[in-house]
């Protein structure tokens, strides 16, 4: 597995170092919610589902973690992006 934007901010605890040196109420709320969402987009603090094979002999199983959905997220956000376009595409007259 590639490593995610969020170890960026999370190698050395960058994040917590730079808010820590920031002076009180500085940080909008908005911005606090976003990096929090980005950092534990895909782990299990967002919670996961679990399938199973609907064969009874077999014991398969795998657990899928839920991302955060945030449009700010490096991940989920292009993911967004990408829907959009293709919604935008289909409404659109065919054109050169």
Do not use: Y
């Not at 996961?48 to 959905?69: A, L």
Request: net charge positive.
């Amino acid at each position: 597995m590639s490593p995610r934007f969020s170890h960026v901010f999370k190698f050395g605890q960058r994040w917590l170092n730079w808010l820590n040196r920031q002076p009180p109420d500085s940080v909008r709320t908005v911005v606090m919610e976003t990096m929090v969402k980005i950092m534990a987009c895909g782990t299990s603090l967002m919670g996961w589902s679990i399938w199973r094979c609907p064969d009874p002999q077999c014991n398969s199983e795998k657990r899928v973690k839920f991302t955060c959905k945030s449009q700010s997220c490096p991940h989920c956000g292009v993911k967004a992006c990408l829907q959009w376009i293709n919604n935008t595409l289909a409404w659109l007259p065919e054109a050169p």
